[in-house]
C-alpha cells in the first residue's frame, strides 16, 4: 500500500493561513472596498462569494466518506461510544469552561471594545470571541482526522467509522448545542440562521458528497475515484478556506495591528482544551476500557481536533465576517496543524502504555 503523507497545503497549513492573514491585511488597507463589495453581493443576508468558498471548503471532505463503514461499527462499540461521549458529552462544555475562565474572567481587561453583529446587536468583544471558541468545540473533526489517525498508525478502518458517525451527529446536535452554549455566554442566537447555516454548510455538501460519490465510483471505480478524482480534490478544501481567510482578514486586520495579542490571549484557551481532551481520551479513558493503541490514539486525535470549516462557516453567516467570533475560528486554524502533528508523535512515542500484558507480568 502507498505511504499516505501530507500534502504540501495540509502540511504548511500555517503557512499558508498566516500568508492570508497578511494579505487580507495588506487588502484591508489598500483596497478595503474590495471584500466590502464582495460581501455586500447577497441573498437573504448570505454573502455569495463566502457561500461558494465555504461550500467547497466542506464538498471535498465530505465526498470521502464512506458511509457503508457506519454500519460495522457495531463490531468495535467500544471506541466508538467513547469518542461519542467525549466530543458531544464533555467537549463543548469543556470548552465554554476553559474559555470563559481565560477569555470572560482572567484576559478580560485585555480585550477591551464592543462590535456591531450581523444581525446590528452590540455586544462586547470578549463575548464575541468565546462564541467562536464554542463554534470550534462543538464540532469534532472530520477531515484531517483521517491523516492523523494514519499517521499516528491508527485503525484506519475505524477512524472512518467516527468521521462518518460523527459527522451524521453534527447535523443533529452542532445546531441545539451552539445555541445552548451561546444562550448562556449572553450572546443573541438567530435560531433560523443556526439551522440554515447547518443545513448549508455541512448537511448540502453531506448530501452532495454521498451522493456524487455513488455516482463517480459506479461509473469509474473505485481505483478512479481514489487514486485520480480525490488527488485533483484534496487541495480544493484548503484552498477555498485560505480564499475565506484573506476576505475574513481584510475586516480584521485593523483589530489585529492595533491588538496583535488578542490572538495569543484566544490560543491559550483554545491550546489549553486541546490538550485536556486529548489527555482525558488517550491517557484516561482508553487506557479505563483498555483500548488497543490502534484504536486509542484515533479516539483521542478526533476528540482534540477541531472541524474549523464548519465553525469558521457557522460564525460567518450567524455574527458576520469582521466578527470577533469569526476571528476566534481562525485562531483555531493556525494552532491546529502544528499541535495535532506533535499529539501524533506523542502517541507513536507512548504507544507502549497499551501493552497490558507487560503490566499483568
Known amino acids: 500500500m502507498q505511504e499516505r503523507r501530507l500534502s504540501i497545503f495540509e502540511k504548511y497549513l500555517t503557512v499558508w493561513v498566516l500568508l492570508c492573514i497578511t494579505a487580507g491585511i495588506a487588502i484591508g488597507k489598500v483596497a478595503p472596498g474590495i471584500a466590502t463589495a464582495l460581501n455586500d453581493y447577497s441573498i437573504y443576508q448570505v ?27 457495531a463490531k468495535t462499540p467500544k471506541p466508538v461510544m467513547l469518542t ?13 469552561a476553559i474559555s470563559y475562565f481565560f477569555l470572560g474572567y482572567l484576559f478580560r481587561d485585555l480585550l477591551p471594545g464592543t462590535e456591531i453583529l450581523a444581525n446590528g446587536e452590540e ?9 467562536g471558541t464554542i463554534l470550534l468545540g462543538i464540532a469534532p473533526c472530520t477531515a484531517m482526522v483521517l491523516m492523523w489517525g494514519h499517521l499516528s498508525k491508527g485503525n484506519d478502518g475505524l477512524t472512518l467509522v467516527m468521521v462518518a458517525i460523527n459527522s ?25 440562521t443556526m439551522f440554515l447555516s447547518v443545513s448549508i454548510y455541512v448537511a448540502l455538501p453531506l448530501v452532495a458528497g454521498y451522493f456524487s460519490r455513488k455516482f463517480i465510483i459506479k ?11 480525490l488527488h485533483w480534490l484534496t487541495p480544493v478544501s484548503i484552498v477555498a478556506l485560505l480564499a475565506t481567510l484573506i476576505l475574513l482578514f ?8 492595533n491588538n496583535p495579542l488578542t490572538i495569543l490571549w484566544i490560543a491559550i484557551p483554545l491550546l489549553i482544551q486541546t490538550l485536556f481532551i486529548f489527555s482525558l481520551g488517550y491517557f484516561v479513558f482508553s487506557r479505563w476500557l483498555k483500548l488497543s493503541y490502534q484504536d486509542a490514539a484515533p479516539v483521542a486525535l478526533i476528540g482534540a481536533s477541531n472541524h474549523f470549516e464548519v465553525a469558521i462557516a457557522t460564525a460567518v453567516i450567524l455574527f458576520g465576517l469582521s466578527s470577533g467570533a469569526a476571528l ?29 500484558k507487560q503490566e499483568i507480568e
Not at 219 to 229: A, D, L, M, P, S
Not at 330 to 342: A, F, Q, R, T
Request: hydrophobic fraction near 55%; charge should be positive.
Open 47 to 73: 454573502s455569495m462569494p463566502i457561500a461558494v468558498c465555504l461550500f467547497f471548503m466542506m464538498y471535498p471532505i465530505m465526498v470521502k466518506i464512506d458511509f457503508s463503514q457506519v454500519l460495522r461499527s
Open 84 to 96: 461519542l461521549f467525549i466530543n458531544w458529552a464533555i467537549k463543548p462544555f469543556s470548552m465554554f
Open 123 to 131: 455586544v462586547e468583544l470578549w463575548r464575541s470571541y468565546i462564541a
Open 168 to 192: 451524521l451527529i453534527m447535523l443533529f446536535l452542532y445546531g441545539p448545542l451552539g445555541g445552548l452554549l451561546l444562550n448562556v455566554n449572553s450572546m443573541p442566537v438567530p435560531w433560523q
Open 219 to 229: 461509473h469509474k471505480g473505485i481505483t478512479w475515484f481514489n487514486e485520480r478524482f
Open 250 to 257: 481584510t475586516f480584521k486586520g485593523e483589530v489585529i495591528v
Open 328 to 356: 476566534a475560528t481562525v485562531v483555531g486554524v493556525l494552532i491546529e496543524v502544528p499541535l495535532m502533528l506533535m499529539l501524533v508523535s506523542l502517541c507513536k512515542r507512548t504507544r507502549h502504555i497499551f501493552n497490558y
